[in-house]
């Protein structure tokens, strides 16, 4: 059974930082690629950032995170995590981790709140 749980959200003043964590288990975690979306109340679930399986890891972002977020994987922990700098109000959302290989599976989100 794949599980996925996030951690490290939390209330930020605008231009602050975070790192969110996102544990895997229950599955081989090098052949899945690894991402978050972000879901703001009343607005579609939006794409964060994805870093694929394969290719060392090749990372894609949403343009609007591009150049403030990265993401990165640790193959040895099961882990992949999301740097957020230069952080926004509008960056306010619940961000999900999610694992994809055909299949996707979430977990439950860890809420980020950027005061202004």
């Known amino acids: 059974q794949v599980q996925l749980v996030e951690s490290g959200g939390g209330l930020v003043q605008a231009g602050g930082s975070l790192r969110l964590s996102c544990a895997a288990s229950?599955?081989?975690?090098?052949?899945?690629?690894m991402g978050w979306y972000r879901q703001a109340p009343g607005k579609e679930r939006e794409f964060v950032a994805l870093?694929?399986?394969?290719?060392?890891?090749?990372?894609y972002y949403a343009a609007s995170v591009k150049g403030r977020f990265t993401i990165s994987r640790d193959s040895a922990n099961h882990t992949v995590y999301l740097q957020m700098n230069s952080l926004k109000p509008d960056d306010t959302a619940i961000y999900l981790c999610y694992a994809r290989r055909g299949s996707v599976w979430w977990g439950q989100g860890t809420q980020v709140t950027v005061s202004s």
């Open positions: 229950g599955l081989t975690f090098s052949t899945y690629d």
């Open positions: 870093i694929s399986s394969w290719s060392g890891g090749t990372p």
